[in-house]
């Protein structure tokens, strides 16, 4: 037992996004791909193989700038946190103390709560509030016209 865990411990430890452990992971992610990962996980080959190299590109970015991870696609609905990145840039450029995000049609809400979590990570890179707004008439998407 305790020539097992010497063992264990002297394994080196590879830091996350370094060269070797982004070597490692694209490794892993073929094997997985090769042996048909897919299938077991419900899902076609492709898309599986997409949403691996996804999480792998993520671990790669992890210790990016929030710029560089929204504009590389690795975070949530980056369309959103690329205009709120975009506008809370150009309000501190102009000298404003803050800008408005507006969301119409918020449905159930995840859409003001990515916001929110944009808005966390961004008002940390700039001078500036953003502040957020939601409108929804709760009457859902009008239905088809001249049908």
Same mark, same amino acid.
């Given at each position: ?90 309000? !501190? $450029?102009?000298?404003?103390?803050? %800008?408005? @995000?507006?969301?119409? =049609?918020?449905?159930? #809400?995840? *859409? ?8 966390? !990570? $961004?008002?940390?890179?700039?001078? %500036?509030? @953003?502040?957020?707004? =939601?409108?929804?008439? #709760?009457? *859902? ?7």
């Amino acid at each position: 037992m305790r020539e097992a865990k010497r063992r264990a411990s002297d394994k080196k430890l590879i830091p996350l996004g370094s060269t070797e452990c982004m070597a490692n992971l694209n490794r892993a992610l073929e094997v997985l791909v090769d042996e048909g990962v897919g299938p077991l996980l419900g899902q076609s080959a492709l898309y599986a193989s997409e949403r691996l190299q996804h999480w792998v590109n993520r671990l790669a970015y992890s210790n990016s700038s929030y710029g560089h991870q929204i504009m590389a696609g690795l975070v949530d609905r980056p369309y959103y946190a690329y205009c709120i990145h975009e506008a809370a840039k150009l309000g !501190e $450029i102009l000298g404003y103390d803050a %800008v408005s @995000v507006l969301e119409f =049609g918020v449905g159930d #809400g995840t *859409g003001l709560e990515n916001i929110e979590m944009h808005v966390e !990570e $961004i008002e940390d890179l700039f001078d %500036v509030e @953003v502040e957020i707004y =939601g409108f929804d008439t #709760g009457e *859902g998407p009008p239905g088809p016209r001249g049908v």
